[in-house]
Structures are given as structure tokens and as C-alpha cells.
């Protein structure tokens, strides 16, 4: 596996990070996952232009995107594979203890892993814990992800695949790695950002592509709805089976089918590169 570290291609086992880097120390760090069919990866300027925001709301240097797509294309040219899992990551840099923040500047590693599509069907579970969405941390997609390990452990302890949050009013936000629709009454809705999502990229695809509605919803909608779906970067859309205890009539019922059919043809033809 060849890794991109600084500037520069390496060997895995020669891409070293500091053991006082930020990003490790604190967790003072921003990225993004994004999938890459045969080299070609989706959507690479939206989650680049996420990754600068996420930086930003950090008080990180914005990322040189140059260097970031450079990154990208050498690190995909030189691991060959049908369907990878890019990632890239962007830290404070190393930080002598006690310091604020780097003093060479930000660590830029992109590595990429070989991934599966994801099922079509999937179980959630619901979890006691809160998104806080008044958090300065709030939508941004920070290397602080201790949280989402965490309930993800508690919905692979109960045979499922996702774990969802709810935010400190009690709304329905998101998943662990996923956003959340819900079918009521026929109709398509999504928790708003302000709910304190992330903005997914998928998410905003599936918005713009079937026209959900972006509606604060309690989290106990989730007994109610006659279809849930999650979307991320690798499931596209993937639709709930069972929610906790309840079992959904259809997964994928009719409205998770079409978005599913919707988003599979578009992605191929209407998206950025
Ligand atoms: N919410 C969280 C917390 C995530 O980590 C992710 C993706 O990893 C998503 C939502 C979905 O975002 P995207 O569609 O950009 O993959």
C-alpha cells in the first residue's frame, strides 16, 4: 500500500506520523471518506470543499487543494483496486506538549483501503446518547470521532449495522457515519443541518435528487415512519429493515426504491468530479 505523507508518496510502513502530532494528542484534526470506483473518485470537489470548512471551523490553515487532489490521484494510481475507501487527513501537525498547536504546520496523510458495496438493507439501533448541535464542533467533520466508535460498538452488540442519534432537544440528527430519512405519510423529510449533522454529502445529493423535505423531526418519529433510509458515501442509500425492536413493513418500501433507483442513475451522469 502506498500512502501519501507530506508531500510525498511512501511505502505504508514508511509513513510515519509523530507521536506528538495534534491530530493524535487532541484529536485537533479533519477529514473525509470518499469512495472510489476504479480509480475515480466520487464527488472529489464537494468533499474538498468540506474539508476546508471542516478546517476552517478548527482554526486550521485551509488545505492546498492542489496538493490534496494531487494526493488523491497518486495514491489511487499507485493501489489499483474496484472499489476503494479514500481518505484524507488533515491535523494540526506536530505539537510539543503543552503547545496550542503545531509549529510545522498541518500533517496532510491520504490512504486508501479496499472496501465492498455495502447491502441494500441494514438495522439500526437508536442510542441514549446527544448530538449537541449548539457545539463548535457541530457539522464538521473533525478526527474526534470517539463518540460514533462508541455507539457503533453498542449497535454491532445489538446485531445492527448503524446507531442514531437524537440531539439535545430531543430531535432525530444522525448516524454514527450516515444521515437518516424517514417516510411519513408518503412524504420524503431529513433533519436540517441546524439539527447538527453533518452536511453529507450524499445527504444534499438525495435532497436535490428526490426533493426531501428538511423537516425537525422528534426522535421518536423513528416508530412511526413507514420507511427509513441512510445515505454516506458508501452505502449511496440504503434502506432500515428494523429500527430497535420494530421490524419496517418494506425495506426498501416504494420511496426508498425510487431514491435508491434515482440516486443510482444520476450519480452516474449528474455529479461533479
Ligand atoms: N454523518 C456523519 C457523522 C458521518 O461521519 C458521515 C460520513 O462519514 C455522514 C453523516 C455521511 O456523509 P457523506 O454522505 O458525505 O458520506
Known amino acids: ?66 496538493e490534496v487532489r494531487r494526493a488523491c490521484a497518486a495514491v489511487l494510481e499507485a493501489n489499483p483496486m474496484p472499489l476503494g475507501r479514500l481518505r484524507i487527513t488533515y491535523t494540526g501537525g506536530l505539537s ?24 441494500d438493507t441494514t438495522a439500526v439501533i437508536t442510542v441514549p446518547w446527544v448530538r449537541n448541535e449548539r457545539s463548535p464542533l457541530a457539522g464538521l467533520k473533525t478526527t474526534s470521532y470517539a463518540e460514533n466508535v462508541v455507539a457503533l460498538a453498542r449497535a454491532h452488540r445489538d446485531g445492527a ?30 433533519p436540517p443541518v441546524a ?3 453533518l452536511a453529507g454529502i450524499t445527504r444534499a445529493l438525495a435532497v436535490e435528487w428526490t426533493g426531501a423535505r428538511e423537516t425537525d423531526l422528534p426522535l421518536d418519529v423513528l416508530e412511526r ?10 452505502r449511496d442509500v440504503q434502506a432500515v429493515r ?28 449528474d455529479i461533479d468530479p
Open 96 to 119: 510539543p506538549l503543552g503547545s496550542d498547536r503545531g509549529e510545522t504546520g498541518p500533517t496532510l496523510v491520504v490512504a486508501l483501503g479496499e472496501t465492498t458495496r455495502r447491502p
Open 1 to 66: 500500500m502506498r500512502i501519501w505523507l507530506d508531500g510525498t508518496l511512501r511505502d505504508a510502513d514508511d509513513a510515519k506520523v509523530s507521536v506528538l502530532d495534534h491530530g493524535l494528542t487532541v484529536g485537533d484534526g479533519v477529514f473525509e471518506t470518499l469512495k472510489a470506483e476504479n480509480g475515480t473518485p466520487f464527488a472529489l470537489t464537494r468533499h474538498l470543499e468540506r474539508l476546508t470548512r471542516s478546517a476552517r471551523g478548527l482554526g486550521l490553515p485551509d488545505p492546498d487543494l492542489d
Open 161 to 190: 449495522s448503524e446507531a442514531l442519534f437524537a440531539n439535545t432537544l430531543g430531535r432525530l440528527c444522525e448516524g454514527t457515519g450516515s444521515n437518516v430519512f424517514v417516510v411519513l405519510d408518503g412524504e420524503l423529510h431529513t
Open 225 to 234: 415512519a413507514e420507511e427509513v433510509f441512510l445515505t454516506s458515501t458508501l
Open 195 to 197: 439539527s447538527g449533522c
Open 242 to 269: 428494523r429500527v430497535d425492536g420494530r421490524t419496517l413493513a418494506a425495506a426498501p418500501g416504494p420511496v426508498t426504491a425510487k431514491a435508491m433507483r434515482v440516486f443510482e442513475e444520476r450519480a452516474a451522469s
